[in-house]
Nanobody, 123 residues
C-alpha cells in the first residue's frame, strides 16, 4: 500500500501562484507514476498533470499547459505541482494519485489517492 498526503492549498488572487506538495510513503514508492487531478463542485474529477517514474516524461491537460509544472524528487518521495497564473476556473480540490510504472490520464486507472487539498482562487 502507498499512502499519499497533499499539502500547499489555500486562497490566492487571480494571477497568483501556489505550489502543492504530495509526500508518499511505502516500500516501493519509486516504482510509481504520479498524477495530479482536481474536482470542482458539481463536476467530475479531471486530469491535470502526470509524471513518469523517472521524472523524465510529463503530460498536461490543455487547460493548464504553460501555467502548471509537475515535478518529483524520488530521494524525498515527493511530487509537486507548481501553479502559476491561476484563474477562478482552477478552483477545486486537488488530489495526488499513484499507479505502478506507467502514467495515464484516466482517474480510474489510479490505485492510490490522497485526501485532497483545497485551492480557492478569488475573482
Amino acid at each position: 500500500q502507498v499512502q499519499l498526503v497533499e499539502s500547499g492549498g489555500g486562497l490566492v488572487q487571480t494571477g497568483g501562484s501556489l505550489r502543492l506538495s504530495c509526500t508518499a510513503s511505502g516500500p516501493t514508492v519509486r516504482t510509481y507514476a504520479m498524477g495530479w487531478f482536481r474536482q470542482a463542485p458539481g463536476k467530475e474529477r479531471e486530469f491535470v498533470a502526470i509524471i513518469s517514474v523517472s521524472g523524465n516524461s510529463t503530460l498536461y491537460s490543455d487547460s493548464v499547459k504553460g501555467r502548471f509544472t509537475i515535478s518529483r524528487d524520488n530521494t524525498k518521495n515527493t511530487v509537486w505541482l507548481q501553479m502559476n497564473s491561476l484563474k477562478p476556473g482552477d478552483a477545486a480540490v486537488y488530489y495526488c494519485a499513484a499507479r505502478m510504472w506507467n502514467p495515464t490520464s484516466r482517474p480510474s486507472d489510479y490505485d492510490y489517492w490522497g485526501q485532497g487539498t483545497q485551492v480557492t482562487v478569488s475573482s
